[in-house]
């Protein structure tokens, strides 16, 4: 199926009533969707908002400026890993910016 104009405003429309849902104007979902996904995997292991509840590390207190560095240490290969060298290659930079302020937002937010 084709999108047309019409499937666009729909779509578009769908959006916003889901971000009134969660809180947050369709500006703030647009801006940050692409950062809760990457996020979300990273959850995965490392626990909710980047709490572990196990043996791997917590990431909810890492500055976003560490953050970074760190990923690229990982997708680059000059930081040593069993997985996140993997996550790490599939992101580009901006996405890695991005989690990264996403992850340091969550914790001045207290999360």
């Avoid at 599939?90 to 001045?108: D, M, R």
């Amino acid at each position: 199926m084709a999108i047309t104009w019409k499937n666009e405003k729909i779509i578009g429309a769908a959006l916003v009533g889901f971000a009134g849902m969660l809180g947050v104007s369709a500006a703030q979902a647009q801006e940050i969707s692409r950062a809760a996904v990457v996020a979300a995997t990273c959850f995965t292991c490392h626990g909710t908002n980047g709490v572990s509840p196990g043996s791997i590390p917590s990431i909810n207190e890492i500055p976003p400026d560490r953050m970074v560095s760190i990923l690229q240490g990982f997708r680059s290969g000059q930081r040593a890993s069993t997985v996140m060298g993997r996550h790490a290659s599939g992101y580009t930079e901006v996405e890695i910016a991005e989690v990264a302020n996403y992850l340091g937002n969550l914790q001045k937010q207290g999360k």
